[in-house]
C-alpha cells in the first residue's frame, strides 16, 4: 500500500471558524456583520449590594436597535431592571438588577454565551439553535 500526500485549503475567519471553501467563509462573513455581542451582568446581591455575582455574553444580529432588542429579551428573562439593597424602598438603595455592554466580539466567551437574540427579518438563522436561545443559570431566581 502507497501513501501519498494531500494538502488543501482551509479558510479561516477572524472569529476563529474553520472552512473548507472561500465561498462558505465568505458567506459566513457577510451573515454575522450585523451581530454585536454585548456582556451581561447580572444576579445582583440585594442582600449585601456587592454586586453582579454572575456575568455571560450576548449575541444580537439585526440591522439596527441592538440594544433595544437585547433589552426587550431581558425584561423577560430577567424580569425588572431595578431593584433594592434588603428591601429598602429607598433612593439610597436602588440598584440595577442586570445591565449590559456592548464588547468586541472576539473578545466573547464562546462557553459563555447565555442568550442569542435574531431579527425575524432574515431568511436564514445565523443561530441553529435560536429556539434554545436561554441558557441562564442561576442558584435561585429572585423574581
Do not use: P
Not at 501513501?3 to 471558524?17: A, L, P, Q
Not at 442582600?47 to 437585547?70: C, P, Q
Not at 431595578?82 to 462557553?111: C, E, H, P, T
Amino acid at each position: 500500500m502507497k501513501i501519498r500526500k494531500e494538502t488543501f485549503s482551509v479558510y479561516v475567519t477572524e472569529d476563529g471558524k474553520r472552512f473548507e471553501s472561500e465561498d462558505d467563509a465568505n458567506l459566513y462573513v457577510e451573515k454575522i456583520k450585523d451581530v454585536k455581542a454585548f456582556k451581561i451582568r447580572y444576579d445582583f446581591d440585594f442582600t449585601e449590594g456587592t454586586g453582579y455575582r454572575k456575568y455571560g455574553y450576548a449575541l444580537v444580529r439585526t440591522t439596527n436597535n441592538h440594544s433595544e432588542f437585547l433589552e426587550y429579551e431581558l425584561y423577560k428573562i430577567l424580569g425588572n431592571k431595578i431593584g433594592f439593597v434588603q428591601g429598602v424602598r429607598s433612593s439610597n438603595a436602588i440598584s440595577k438588577s442586570w445591565k449590559f455592554d456592548q464588547v468586541n466580539l472576539n473578545d466573547v466567551d464562546k462557553n459563555n454565551i447565555i442568550v442569542k437574540v435574531e431579527d425575524s427579518m432574515y431568511d436564514d438563522s445565523l443561530f441553529d439553535d435560536i429556539d434554545k436561545k436561554y441558557w441562564f443559570s442561576c442558584e435561585a431566581w429572585w423574581f
